[in-house]
């Protein structure tokens, strides 16, 4: 039977599903070996053209390891990898195009320029990645250690002036850096102008020193007991960055993470039709975060409006930063950036246990720098925090910046003596870069504490209980 008569018989025997009728597709009835040796993206490519074509189902990935390069989900295709087995990336930058095509996004205004992933969907409707195996992305093959003293720095560490980087990468404080001349996939499964995505069960280990999942211009996205697991000490590893979405569930999942773990922005400077677009009503909850950034990181430069955004029922550890609201400066080279003043109101941070966090539980860093627009940061509610870090909340920002309504209520903030943490603690990331100074307490206008604690550990001072501006 030749593969065109085997797909017949696939549309037509189709199992149930939900009480929906769904085609599975099999990659190995069109030539996969699922052997870990030799390449399986055409014939991935394939089954997922044919699913799609006869009206969507499942494509399965079962009883293997299927060594593959970038492939696009196209529409009511759901990629379900069985727990017996692997999509694992190939580690031939051939395999990963500079010049993807995108319907959505223009690559020359993308992070590190491409569209590139190992999975794409690029303006799909009802997509899925399912099952309990795993998509591991072959990070290792993409890095090498960074051969100083400091990890990324010529010196023993310092992160002063006269810290230099090695070679071509900034990425100065991570135990490994990119192989130079080695470009990889800059993210490693990337939803852009998406609607009705599912993400459900699936492992994604051993990122390739890019995001983890890039969900941009979507609508209606679930991770629903997803797993991202990083080498925390691999450089730019997102767990989940969303950007400029809608309709955002995340629950139940483990995100370990060399860079932020959770990113939510707003920067709509990538997208063809020019549109301005807004990220709203994202939740989080009941998740286990880990990263050597931060744990949850809100903005950019210029990133224009993140709002009604709720995070509750989280546990952060072993975290550079529990939660970062950032506005940077420009920096030459820099090719993350949008158009707009950032705009970020009506969040809500609850019920967050905090322990190891190697600078603040919660940071603000706002540039007063005239390039990096800001229209206002208001409307943030902290509540219900318990938080062991290096520091205590450490509200920053430049240029006269005012936050309106920031309330922390019913939180415990401790600060820890060094000895709280592991002995290599300040090699962790980006745990250097924000611990110039330990100050005792915030004082940023507009930010106020209501039946807070504040324990000092490290100056063994007694437990104060304050509401103060």
């Not at 939900?18 to 089954?47: E, N, Y």
């Not at 994604?204 to 941009?216: E, F, I, K």
């Not at 679930?222 to 925390?232: G, Q």
């Amino acid at each position: 039977m030749d593969a065109d008569q085997k797909i017949e018989e696939l549309a037509d025997g189709s199992s149930v599903s939900h009480g929906i009728r769904t085609s599975v597709f099999d990659p190995r009835d069109f030539g996969a070996k699922g052997d870990g040796l030799a390449k399986d993206t055409a014939a991935i490519q394939r089954a997922i053209d044919e699913c799609s074509r006869f009206g969507g189902g499942r494509v399965v990935l079962s009883r293997g390891r299927f060594l593959s390069g970038m492939v696009s989900l196209k529409d009511g295709v759901d990629l379900h990898i069985d727990a017996s087995a692997v999509l694992l990336g190939s580690e031939d930058d051939a395999d990963f195009p500079t010049n993807a095509p995108s319907a959505i996004l223009d690559p020359c205004k993308t992070c590190r320029g491409r569209t590139t992933a190992l999975v794409v969907a690029d303006g799909c409707r009802n997509v899925a990645l399912t099952g309990r195996g795993r998509i591991d992305c072959n990070g290792m093959a993409y890095v090498q250690l960074s051969n100083s003293r400091g990890y990324g720095y010529e010196n023993e560490g310092n992160a002063g002036d006269d810290a230099k980087p090695l070679g071509d990468d900034e990425w100065v404080n991570w135990r490994y850096r990119r192989i130079p001349g080695k470009l990889g996939p800059p993210r490693m499964v990337l939803f852009a102008g998406c609607q009705d995505v599912l993400v459900e069960d699936v492992s994604l280990v051993n990122p390739a020193a890019g995001w983890g999942y890039w969900v941009t211009g979507c609508e209606r996205v679930v991770f629903e007991r997803a797993k991202v697991l990083a080498n925390p000490d691999m450089p730019n590893n997102d767990g989940i960055h969303l950007n400029a979405s809608t309709d955002i569930s995340i629950s139940n999942c483990r995100i370990v993470a060399g860079d932020d773990a959770i990113v939510v922005r707003c920067n709509n400077r990538p997208f063809r039709d020019g549109l301005n677009r807004v990220c709203e009503r994202v939740t989080v909850s009941n998740c286990q975060l880990t990263s050597h950034a931060n744990a949850i990181r809100i903005g950019w430069l210029n990133d224009g409006v993140v709002r009604n955004c709720v995070f509750t029922n989280l546990a952060v550890t072993d975290s550079a930063c529990g939660i970062g609201i950032d506005l940077p400066p420009f920096e030459k080279g820099m090719d993350d950036y949008g158009r707009e003043a950032s705009l970020y109101e009506n969040l809500v941070f609850s019920t967050i246990v905090m322990d190891r966090v190697y600078s603040s539980p919660v940071r603000f860093d706002i540039t007063g720098e005239e390039a990096t627009r800001m229209e206002a940061i208001r409307a943030i509610t902290f509540s219900d925090i318990r938080a062991r870090a290096y520091k205590f909340p450490d509200l920053r920002a430049g240029g006269g910046r005012a936050v309106e309504d920031v309330v922390f209520r019913g939180c415990a903030f401790t600060r820890c003596a060094d000895g709280a943490f592991p002995g290599d603690w300040r090699q962790k990331g980006a745990a250097y870069w924000w611990n110039e100074g330990r100050e005792d307490f915030p004082g940023l206008k507009g930010v106020r504490y209501e039946g807070c604690t504040f324990t000092d550990e490290a100056a063994k001072r007694a437990p104060s209980t304050d509401s103060f501006e």
